[in-house]
Each structure stands twice: as C-alpha cells, then as structure tokens.
C-alpha cells in the first residue's frame, strides 16, 4: 500500500469527525414522517394499553374462583366493556383486547372451559394475571419512547399513532447535489453516436440509491470535461446544497478537471484510500457544503457511495449512526486478494446446515456493474490479508437499504 493511501477506518473517521448534524429543524404530520430523522425525544402522554385488558378470547374471573363452577353473567368485547363489579362466583365472556372487568384478575382461554348454559367450569389450574395485559405494560405515561436521531420506520410510524401523536419535529432534509463528468457520457434514451461512448448509469444509480436515505436531491446532470463547466456547476452546487457528490474526474488523468476545480474552490482533504474498489475518492469543502468526488467506474462509485458517503449522511441528517451488520461466513471457494487494501468483494451467502457460506460472484472488475446485481453482501476482506482459501472465515456485509 502507498503510505498516501488512508485506511478506510481512517477515512470514515475523519469524515464524521469533522461534519456536523443539521440544526434546522420542521414539525411534519405524521403522514409525512416516515424515514425522517427525530429532533428531539418523544414522550409518552399516556400509557399503552391504557387500561387492563384480556390477551385473548376466553372467560374473564377471578383466579381463587377457578375451581369451582362460575355463573357466566355478561359479555365484555373491545370498546364496549362489562359494566359494574364482578359477583362473587361468576365470571364474564370476555374477547381480545376488551377491558378487563372490576375484580376479575385472569383469563381463561375458551378451549380450557366446558360451558353448560350459563356455567362454565373451568379444565386447567388458574394463576391471577393469567392472559391479561395490564395497563402501561407497553408503554407507560412519561417514558421516553423514541429518542433524538432515530429515523423513523414504518413502525416508529404506528408507534407514534398508538399515543395520539399527530405530528411531531423532525430534521430538515439533507440536500444534496449529484452530477456526473465525462466526455464520454451519453443519458439514457439518447443515441451513442460512436464506439467510444457509453450510457451514464453512475447519476442514476447513485440518485436511486440517495433516494432510499430520503434526502432532497439536486441533479445537477452531466457536466463535460471542461474546467469552465465544472466551475460553473461547482458554484451552483455551493449556493444550493449541503454535500456536492460529483461521480467521475478525481484520478490523475488529464482530463480529470474535477480535483482540480475543487482545489481552486475548495479545499481537498484527502483524495487517495486503502479501498478496493475506490482508490481514487477525493473528500473536502466547497465553501459551506462538503464535497465528495466518487470513482468513475460503476462500482467503485457504489461501494464508496455505500461504505464512506452513506455514514456522513446519516450524520449530517442528524441520525444516531450504528455500525453497519457484520457476520462471519466461511468462504464457499478460494477467493483471490492481494494485501494492501480493504476489499469490498461482491459476494452471495447463503445458509447450509446451520452455517453462513459466502462466495463472489460475477466479475469483480470494477466495471461490471452485473456483479452488484447479483449480489447480496460484500465480502468485506481485510486490509492486510491475502488470498484466502476455501473454508477460511470471512467477515460479510449483507446489502443494507441502499442496495436492496
């Protein structure tokens, strides 16, 4: 490894550590919440259930009753509750999620009663709080029930609706200007007017895959290579955006005007990582918007977009960021590695007798935008290791939000 190259460990921690959350904040409805980032903690104004109430359809009693035979005196359903104490010796039938009434204390589930008209003795031996949920058992009155930097989950979602929350203060979006560089760049849906061109997949993918962390996106389109047109899009991006993600231009080609246009305009902290693929990465500022130039090459571009942008994002978005799901497979077939860097090969696991096995698949060309598409991890290889055998452990990133 070139002592210019920086470990990916390093990279990551430089990049967190010198960008900040947003402190702008909004107040969406709830309908609108779903992936945003919390502002600020959300308490409980009241307890979930909010009343003590029976898990399952049965026999509402009292459970110092149960051995002796009970007089089945009303019904309790949900929303329309039994009225008044329970008597003594008697029960209530009594169906799932109705409230429990007064002085009973247990339920007994309907397949473990024998009814006769309006007795029932019961078959099985009773226990008080037997099938019951009590009140605040869930959730109770004043707790903290999702905290600062939590994105929202369709679930989070449901949650806030249990406790009558309408709207609650999120994080204003991230925004995020996109473009990609290259003389060679056709978009989608034009001709390629000669052998030499190819089809802009890289603006696409990465939009696609930026959409999935919901931020607002910029498309600034492809820009030639031409330093004027670069520097023009550059300001535009710095009036506008937050981050500037160019993909394309930052390795040492002459014709590679994007590093050098940030130079003038910005500032470069690195531009050279220990990953593989990704080498040429370039990281730095753009007056009050931050900058990161992805490779060219498809994927190169999202595996940097995946494992040093996605982090920052999450960051700047003010979200809690939790290190990404890592297991431990063994390799299904010798797999080829120089030492030197951190290689994120394209892999599928798979599960066979109680064991991860993992392998690559496709070409892992940097090109081949295939082998991504029939993946679903990264064989996440350690910087200094070197080839390894088949039945060796691996460590395995399955695909997280970005890339299923």
Known sequence: MSPNWLPVADALAAMQGQVQALTETETVPLTAALDRVLAQPVHASLNVPGYDNSAMDGYALRAAEATQPLKVVGEAFAGHPFKGELPAASCVRIMTGAQMPAGADAVVM????????????????????????????DIASGSVVLNTGQRLTAVHVGLLASLGIAEVKVVRKLRVALFSNGDELVVPGEPL?????????????LTAMLQRLHVDIIDLGHIADDPEALESAFKQAMRSADIVISSAGVSVGDADHTKNTLAKLGSIEFWKIAIKPGKPFAFGRLGDAWFCGLPGNPVAAVVTLDQL????????????????????????????????????????????????????????????????????????????????????????????QLLT
């Open 110 to 137: 309907q397949e473990n009663v024998v009814r006769d008209d309006a007795d029932i003795d019961v078959q099985t031996a009773v226990t008080a709080g037997d099938n019951v949920r009590l009140c605040g058992s």
């Open 193 to 205: 007017q000669h052998d030499s061109q190819i089809y802009d997949s890289n603006r696409f993918t």
């Open 309 to 400: 942008v996605q982090p920052m994002l999450r960051r700047m978005a003010g979200e809690t960021i939790k290190a990404p799901l890592q297991l431990t497979a063994k390799a299904a077939t010798a797999i080829k590695k120089r030492p030197g860097r951190t290689d994120f090969q394209r892999g599928r696991y798979t599960q066979r007798d109680g064991q991860l096995w993992a392998e690559p698949v496709g070409s892992q060309s940097s090109a081949v935008l295939t082998s991504v598409a029939q993946a679903n991890c990264f064989l996440v290889l350690e910087q200094d290791r070197g080839a390894i055998e088949a039945g060796e452990s691996i460590t395995i990133q399955p695909f997280d």
